[in-house]
């Protein structure tokens, strides 16, 4: 139902819409730039990444998430769950606390991530690694997060129960990490390790020629 969506946390309204909205979008560009028989080579290649689907250019350039590996929880923590989010997802995070088109300017250029999860009982955590095109699409994602953080660390008091400490954001070039809910001490430990996992951008190659949107 409609007022079901709109009251669902936005990270599952934009799982749950994405394939209608932006899928819809994503073929039509595609049907544009080369008919049907483009759109029917899908099947053969199908989008790597939510960031291919929001810019379908990217996905006729040839351009894949450049590999990062997930963290390894601190010593003395155990890992819940280890993944990759996309951009689509870091969109939605950032929408919470910043205005849409922001949002969304400050989630394009992203080039790959992994996170990890540590849980409650301890004190709840989430690291997480970040990587952007450019030092510029970096330090856009970089301030429309900390406008996120500010949001994430005056959360009500059972949200903070589970993230007991302060979230750390740290920038290297290109990456921008994110520690929450860890001891300080343990947070800027970790900050200082997860630019390490980032891998080394794959070259570009148009899958099937040179077609523009």
């Known amino acids: 139902k409609n007022s079901e969506l709109k009251g669902a946390a936005p990270f599952q309204r934009e799982r749950l819409v994405f394939p209608y909205q932006a899928g819809a979008s994503f073929v039509a560009q595609l049907h544009r730039a080369g008919g049907f ?21 990217k996905y006729l350039a040839g351009e894949l998430p450049v590999p990062v590996r997930a963290p390894t929880a ?9 993944g990759h989010v996309g951009e689509l997802l870091l ?7 910043n205005e849409t088109p922001a949002a969304h300017q400050a989630a394009a250029g992203w080039g790959g991530d992994a996170f990890t999860v540590v849980p409650p009982p301890a004190p709840g955590g989430l690291l997480l690694v970040t990587t952007w095109d450019t030092d510029v699409d970096a330090q856009e994602f970089e301030r429309a997060l900390r406008a996120t953080v500010n949001c994430w660390d005056h959360a009500p008091p059972a949200t903070r129960e589970i993230f007991r400490y302060a979230t750390q954001v740290r920038r290297d070039g290109k990456t921008v990490s994110v520690a929450r809910g860890l001891p300080p001490g343990v947070a800027r430990q970790a900050l200082s390790g997860l630019p390490e996992l980032v891998g080394q951008r794959i070259p570009a190659q148009p899958p099937f020629g040179p077609i523009e949107i």
Do not use: D, I, W
């Not at 601190?74 to 280890?82: A, I, K, N």
């Open 74 to 82: 601190p010593p003395g923590f155990q890992s819940l769950r280890s």
């Open 91 to 97: 969109r939605a995070m950032l929408e919470v606390c």
């Open 37 to 57: 028989a483009l759109v029917n080579r899908l099947y053969e290649l199908p989008p790597a990444s939510t960031e291919h689907v929001l810019h379908p250019e």
